[in-house]
């Protein structure tokens, strides 16, 4: 006959063996592989930053084109996901009425722009790709993007000038008027 102790010992030891056996063969298993799909998006992007909002001619000539504005710095940005183009359109809502002083009028084929000291031209072009309006408008740069490589900056010396040459219809006085600038990709 046997112990109550030596029984219980027994039982102990069988549970021990037991249980190691059960951990042994837990070890090695593996749960099921859950996936989580990343997804990251960069939105296209594409600025125009000009250097000031004010460009100013200090006095108006009649009968000349030495009517020139202050210089006016232009950084252009554009992080891309297509396109072959990036065109900088230069408009005025009213051509007939770029600038104003009252009633008074200078409309803007009498603007002109030209960007990094190439030739004058006035603001009577077309809208360019839904950009800017019909006879108010110049186109005044256009950068090919290089493929893969759909991100750039440019910075761009826009000078601005009134050519009044065989016109004597100015008033005396303040004339304003805005320009617009918008970049579109192509």
């Known amino acids: 006959m046997r112990s109550p102790l030596k029984n219980a010992l027994l039982g102990a030891t069988a549970l021990l063996l037991i249980g190691a056996g059960n951990a042994r063969a837990q070890v090695g298993t593996l ?17 125009v930053t000009p250097s000031t909002a004010v ?40 051509p007939a009425q770029a600038l104003a002083n009252g009633t008074d009028f200078i409309p803007s084929s009498r603007v002109e722009g030209r960007v990094n000291a190439t030739a004058y031209a ?45 016109a004597t219809t100015t008033l005396a006085g303040d004339y304003t008027g805005t320009l617009n600038l918008q970049a579109v990709v192509q």
């Open 122 to 166: 006035p603001f009577t072009g077309a809208a360019v790709a839904g950009v800017g309006v019909a006879g108010g408008s110049l186109q005044l740069f256009s950068q090919a993007v290089a493929a893969g490589s759909f991100f750039g900056t440019r910075t761009d010396q826009l000078e601005l000038r009134l050519d009044l040459t065989g």
């Open 55 to 94: 460009a100013t001619l200090a006095s108006i000539t009649d009968n000349s084109n030495a009517n020139v504005f202050t210089p006016v710095s232009i950084t252009t940005d554009w992080n891309l996901t297509a396109g072959s183009t990036v065109d900088l359109i230069g408009w005025f809502g009213t």
């Open 31 to 47: 749960s099921n592989i859950p996936t989580i799909a990343l997804t990251a998006t960069k939105e296209a992007t594409l600025t």
